[in-house]
């Protein structure tokens, strides 16, 4: 569902009245959005699900301190970006823990990736969900702040203004960013093909 920016104000002017119906409408037009920023930031099906959801009921509770004259997604982002980078330190926290504890060496593991035609040759769906699982791995392997712009550039399709703007960073950094991100790509996954 496509909202206009007016449809989408009208909605939020609603729901800051109290009308919750009306934030069911905007959670409906940046669900399927604001999950895939989550997966690219988590790199996990499950925690991006949760991760989204609870950034909406966070949302819903300060929906009265929302500027209408914003985009609601750019503060949204903002809700989303906190809740996955303090989930991302917390899991980082109990792997170093359990590390200790159990003399173990593992990472946390990626989702799989679903493929939409499961009636395919098995050998190519193996290959295809193998190059897929190495590129979440790989994208999991970049820095938190290279991480976020490749997401958003490659995977949400933003602009390098839009993620200036989300960031709040000189578009140059996004820039940089971008650059730095995608050189590391090559070489983690240059790595991973080996």
């Known amino acids: 569902m496509e909202l206009s920016d007016p449809d989408e104000r009208a909605a939020l002017r609603r729901c800051q009245s109290g009308d919750a119906k009306a934030f069911g409408i905007i959670v409906r037009k940046y669900m399927k959005r604001a999950y895939f920023t989550a997966l690219g930031i988590v790199g996990n099906h499950d925690d991006a699900l949760d991760l989204s959801q609870e950034a909406f009921v966070r949302a819903y509770r300060a929906v009265n301190r929302f500027d209408l004259r914003q985009r609601f997604f750019t503060w949204y982002y903002r809700i989303l970006r906190n809740l996955c980078l303090n989930h991302m330190r917390d899991r980082a926290k109990l792997v170093?823990?359990?590390h200790v504890a159990t003399g173990s060496d593992h990472d946390g593991e990626l989702s799989e990736t679903q493929l939409a035609d499961s009636s395919a040759d098995p050998s190519i769906l193996a290959e295809r969900s193998e190059s897929v699982e190495n590129l979440w791995k790989a994208i999991?392997?970049?820095r938190g702040e290279e991480r976020e712009v490749f997401v958003l550039r490659e995977i949400e399709g933003c602009s390098y203004v839009?993620?200036?703007?989300?960031l709040g960073i000189p578009?140059?950094?996004?820039?940089?960013?971008?650059?730095?991100?995608?050189s590391r790509l090559r070489k983690i996954l240059g790595g991973l093909l080996r």
């Open 171 to 182: 578009k140059g950094t996004v820039m940089s960013r971008l650059f730095a991100a995608r």
């Open 140 to 142: 999991a392997r970049l």
């Open 162 to 166: 839009e993620i200036a703007d989300r």
């Open 96 to 98: 170093r823990l359990d």
